[in-house]
């Protein structure tokens, strides 16, 4: 059974930090790649960024420069670090699986997804 389960969220002042965690069982991030989203009340889903098998990664613009995805493999774990947050970051954010070497930010190819961990970011 595959379990994705994210930590870390919180209520932080605008520029405050957070660093989420996810923490995956059941998978390989040997043949996963592993993503990050986050949904705003009223907003679709949208993608954050995401690390491939063999470590390339991607971010959305509105998180570059702030934002750095990382993985642990020893302990099967990804992380968010998140800098300099705004208000319009806050959402919930989600951990996402996807089979397969590569992906991208689009949610519909990601085939596991944690409950998710909620992000306030007040100003």
């Known amino acids: 059974e595959v379990q994705l389960v994210e930590s870390g969220g919180g209520l932080v002042q605008a520029g405050g930090s957070l660093r989420l965690s996810c923490a995956a069982s059941?998978?390989?991030?040997?043949?996963?790649?592993m993503g990050w989203f986050r949904q705003a009340p009223g907003k679709e889903r949208e993608g954050v960024s995401c690390i491939n098998s063999d470590g390339s990664i991607q971010y959305a613009e509105s998180v570059k420069g702030r934002f750095t995805i990382s993985s642990d493999n020893a302990k099967n774990t990804v992380y968010l670090q998140m800098n300099n947050l705004k208000p319009e970051d806050t959402a919930v954010y989600y951990c996402a699986a996807d089979y397969g070497y590569y992906s991208d930010l689009s949610a519909a190819l990601y085939e596991y997804w944690g409950q998710g961990t909620r992000v306030t970011v007040s100003s």
């Open positions: 059941g998978i390989s991030f040997d043949d996963h790649a």
